[in-house]
């Protein structure tokens, strides 16, 4: 007789987790939950909503009668996703933590907590997206040493686990998970992934788990909570006080308090103009931000994009990016935003060493120009 297969499920207090256990119990699994703390509220004068999401997540398990853990990583957060969130600012460029944070914590931390630490034979989590594997053989799945040096044997025989898009369009998160390692993905279960957000309420509705169907849907970032973006932002990183300039004749408009915090493409808020103003460049060495009326401003607008290191999900590229050294694909650089087909082209960018397993690429956009963005960001 077949063990009962064991599934960690990540728990955030919310009513898309709390179905995803009630899911994975359904079909029969050993389920535990795990709330993790990324955040530690004290420190923020309790702005950030943890102990209560944590006594939700709690709740959860008690109502489906399965084991509840709460494990911290509030050094891990801080280390490898707000540091990283900061350093980006910094240098000017707009980073996405929760992309981060999926990436170091969630598929790192608590993966390698719920395997080792709890011994699961997969984790799941609330995320509406799936993989190309079903249940069965993602148990199977085993840990698969990576290769010493920069590249694996052509050879080798391994077929890698794809991301596949949600059913629900509209709240497909795929975008938050592009940065996920391809052994965590081949353990990893989405309950979520064939549904809607619309039908995941009916199920919680119909089993007691109405103290999270009720919660309003978690929004941005939680360390920044409801205070001003700007504000918080300041609190870490030293104003450098500069000029909005027009585009079109270098007039000045207006100060800002920082070109860093400043995202292509953005709408500036500059006092004492009550006609819109867009971000189309930020010069580093003046301080000076250059904007551009209107949204449809030729300024903002974009066909090719160059960016550096690639995170390939398959943990190689393509096999027609390799052949042809280009390829026809789609991409998108926001979250929900309508994808953009493209064509991908390999590359390098000046003064680094060429790496066809993870080197550069160029985005040329095929269906006419794209709004303006920070292209040093990393691809999704």
């Known amino acids: ?5 064991h599934v960690v499920c990540a728990l955030s207090g919310g009513v898309d987790s709390a179905v995803a256990a009630l899911l994975l119990r359904r079909r029969g699994y050993q389920v535990t939950g795990v709330f993790m703390k990324n955040w530690d509220s004290l420190d923020e004068h309790g702005v950030c909503t943890a102990d209560k999401d944590c006594e939700d997540a709690y709740r959860v398990c008690q109502i489906l009668d399965i084991p509840f853990h709460q494990v911290s990583y509030v050094k891990e957060y ?8 900061l350093n980006e600012y910094e240098k000017g460029r707009t980073p996405n933590p929760d992309i981060v944070c999926n990436k170091h914590i969630k598929f790192s931390c608590f993966f390698h907590y719920a395997v080792d630490n709890l011994g699961a034979d997969a984790i799941a989590t609330g995320h509406y997206a799936r993989t190309s594997l079903e249940d069965e053989e993602v148990f199977e799945q085993k840990h698969v040493k990576k290769p010493e040096g920069l590249f694996r044997n052509r050879f080798e025989v391994r077929n890698a686990v794809k991301l596949l898009q949600a059913a629900d369009s509209f709240k497909d998160q795929t975008f938050f998970l592009s940065q996920v390692s391809q052994d965590a993905l081949r353990r990893t279960i989405f309950p979520l992934g064939g549904l809607t957000k619309e039908f995941v309420k009916k199920i919680a509705a119909e089993n007691r788990l109405h103290h999270v169907l009720q919660k309003k849907e978690s929004m941005g970032m939680c360390f920044i909570g409801k205070r001003n973006f700007e504000h918080f932002l300041l609190q870490y990183l030293q104003p450098r006080p500069g000029h909005f300039i027009s585009i079109e004749d270098n007039k000045v408009l207006g100060t800002h308090k920082g070109w860093f915090l400043y995202t292509l493409g953005q709408r500036a808020n500059i006092g004492g103009l009550r006609e819109p103003w867009y971000v189309v460049e930020k ?3 003046k301080g000076n931000v250059f904007v551009a009326p209107r949204t449809d401003h030729p300024a903002l607008y974009r066909d090719l994009l ?8 398959a943990e190689e590229p393509p096999a027609a990016l390799v052949r042809d050294k280009m390829m026809e694909c789609h991409f998108r650089f926001r979250h929900q935003m309508a994808l953009v087909r493209c064509v991908l082209q390999g590359g390098r960018v000046p003064g680094q060493r060429e790496d066809p397993a993870a080197g550069a690429v160029c985005l040329h956009t095929t ?14």
């Open 78 to 85: 801080w280390n490898d996703v707000f540091s990283d969130f």
């Open 306 to 313: 160059r960016t550096s290191r690639v995170h390939w999900i």
């Open 283 to 285: 010069d580093s060495v």
């Open 1 to 5: 007789m077949q063990a009962v297969r």
């Open 367 to 380: 269906e006419g120009p794209a709004q303006s963005w920070d292209g040093h960001r990393k691809p999704q």
